[in-house]
């Protein structure tokens, strides 16, 4: 069985900063694309970074130069590093761990999501 433990989430002033992690355990290949998505009450979830295989990072235009995302293959973790938040990055902030190195399938796994609230 897979798991996917998300941790991070918090609340923190506009400006500041805050790292996600997402731990992965059970039958999972350490390697394969990881992304980070985020979604407000009653609004679609969208991509915030992913990471494929190897090493490729995608980034939203709306958090360009102000997240990172990075992985520890060894540890079966991804991490979203987010400098200067602003209020509009509230939001659950949900981890997405990819059955293939390259490309997201129907059958990739979801995190249970952590709650990130930047007040201004």
């Known amino acids: 069985q897979v798991q996917l433990v998300e941790s991070g989430g918090g609340l923190v002033q506009a400006g500041g900063s805050l790292r996600l992690s997402c731990a992965a355990s059970?039958?999972?290949?350490?390697?394969?694309?990881v992304g980070w998505y985020r979604q407000a009450s009653g609004k679609q979830r969208g991509l915030v970074a992913s990471i494929t295989s190897g090493g490729g990072t995608n980034y939203a235009s709306s958090v360009k130069g102000r997240f990172t995302i990075s992985r520890d293959n060894a540890k079966n973790t991804v991490y979203l590093q987010m400098n200067s938040l602003k209020p509009e990055d509230t939001d659950v902030y949900y981890c997405r761990w990819g059955k293939g190195p390259f490309s997201w399938t129907p059958y990739d796994y979801w995190g249970q999501g952590t709650q990130v609230t930047v007040s201004s």
């Open positions: 059970g039958s999972i290949f350490s390697g394969n694309i």
